[in-house]
């Protein structure tokens, strides 16, 4: 009987492991271009809302976690800020198929202005980094209020940061919030300016938010629950 019991209590703590590893993720912030300053302030401020819900994280800036024993232990993967080409040919492997193993991506601002050459990336983030103007506060219309990282938020948002206009857009991507460029300057997009989306993509998982700019975005409650229903979401959590 003693045996049997000891058996159980091994089964569960395997059981309570396996059920971690689904619940860490991974914040990547290597940047090969322009660097934002708000990488440190961005990289504290979701490691502590990730830790209040209980998701375990893990920072690097180095790429050479990008291979398939360092990734199976993160539920997904979270792009703050990274820019330009910041994987080579192992390592970008190893992403897709951690990705196409059903694993969930997350990409914050800039994390669209990254691997520009390598179009699976673009279809994965949804959209490159084109251009902005000056940061600004601007109005933002939630268009998808049921989605958990937007459910929190009124249907007009207004927010103070740096609007990227994007182009490649990819087509099927479930917009979650759009700008309205009628309420701030230097906007090129026109009508149809997604700034917050999602979708599935190549087996996976993919959420991105344009937001996140200024130290003092990552301060703003809203979005901090919006950065917290993005990994949620990613991590295949309801």
Do not use: C
Not at 22 to 42: C, M, N, W, Y
Not at 68 to 90: E, R
Not at 169 to 184: A, C, F, R, T
């Amino acid at each position: 009987m003693k045996y049997i019991s000891s058996i159980l209590t091994a089964l569960v703590m395997l059981s309570s492991l396996s059920t971690n590893a689904q619940d860490k993720v991974l914040i990547f912030s290597k940047t090969a271009a322009f660097r934002h300053e708000s990488i440190p302030k961005g990289v504290a401020t979701v490691r502590e809302i990730l830790k209040t819900a209980q998701i375990k994280s893990v920072h690097t800036e180095d790429a050479a976690y990008f291979n398939t024993d360092s990734l199976q232990q993160f539920g997904a993967i979270i792009f703050l800020s990274t820019t330009g080409d910041i994987l080579d040919k192992d390592q970008k492997a190893a992403f897709q198929a951690y990705i196409r193993s059903g694993k969930g991506f997350v990409g914050i601002h800039a994390a669209s202005d990254t691997e520009h050459n390598w179009p699976w990336y673009g279809g994965l983030v949804g959209g490159y980094f084109s251009s902005h103007p000056a940061v600004q506060e601007g109005k933002i219309d939630v268009v998808d209020s049921e989605h958990v990282s937007t459910s929190h938020l009124s249907k007009i948002w207004w927010h103070k940061d740096e609007w990227y206009d994007y182009k490649d857009v990819q087509p099927g991507l479930n917009i979650l919030m759009k700008l309205d460029e009628e309420s701030y300057q230097g906007g090129k997009m026109g009508k149809f300016h997604p700034v917050a989306w999602f979708h599935s993509y190549d087996g996976g998982r993919a959420f991105y938010t344009g937001l996140g700019h200024t130290n003092e975005s990552f301060d703003v409650l809203n979005f901090q629950k919006h950065i917290l229903g993005g990994v949620k979401y990613a991590l295949g959590q309801k």
